[in-house]
């Protein structure tokens, strides 16, 4: 078995795409995936699988959520090795100033890092700074100037619907429960 971390992109937000979090878990017991925990109510999903093929893990988890919710969301799928190995690749500035945004931008596949990155754009140095590896964009911000950021306009942007966003907090919690 193989432990994966599911990542659903827009659930629970602004009281739209509403989806509990102990129902998720139980459809997903239900549909054959074992030790399933969920963090928080924004979309992450623990559990371990048989299967290898994670766009066969994403289409089933999507269509779980769909059938079950009523809701189209897209997700990443990552193996907790993938997390790990990703995580331990962050940069020494992301979620070391209080006085800045730090955010795990997590890349949905087909999508691929390199290209959203360029195809975001040239970021501006005064105001973020940006590192990436695998399948996760370490973006931090001063809050003061965060609006003025690149990648703050990603939402709206034709990039922003290939990627879900998980802040440093949740991202390092993920990483601590399922070490």
């Known amino acids: 078995m193989t432990r994966y971390v599911g990542l659903i992109r827009g659930i629970n937000v602004g009281g739209n795409n509403k989806v509990s979090m102990s129902e998720l878990k139980s459809q997903y017991e239900l549909s054959g995936l074992k030790n399933v925990s969920t963090y928080i109510n924004s979309g992450n999903v623990i559990f ?3 299967e290898l093929d994670t766009a066969k ?6 269509t779980i959520i769909r059938d ?3 809701v189209t ?11 790990h190995k990703d995580l331990a690749h962050a940069p020494a500035w992301w979620g070391a100033d209080e006085g800045s ?5 997590f890349v ?4 691929q890092t390199e290209l959203l990155v360029r195809e975001v754009g040239e970021i501006k140095p005064e105001y973020e700074k940006i590192a990436f590896h695998g399948h996760i964009i370490f973006w931090s911000a001063p809050l003061k ?6 990648w703050a306009k990603i939402v709206g942007a034709a990039a922003y619907q290939h990627v879900t ?9 993920l990483k601590s429960l399922t070490e």
């Open 68 to 70: 079950c919710f009523g």
């Open 73 to 83: 969301m897209r997700m990443a799928v990552i193996s907790v090795d993938e997390l």
């Open 57 to 62: 893990l994403v289409s089933r988890c999507e």
């Open 145 to 150: 100037t965060f609006g003025r950021s690149r």
């Open 108 to 111: 949905i596949p087909p999508a």
């Open 165 to 173: 966003i998980r802040n440093y907090t949740t991202a390092q919690k």
């Open 48 to 50: 371990e699988s048989d």
């Open 101 to 105: 945004k730090h955010n795990a931008v």
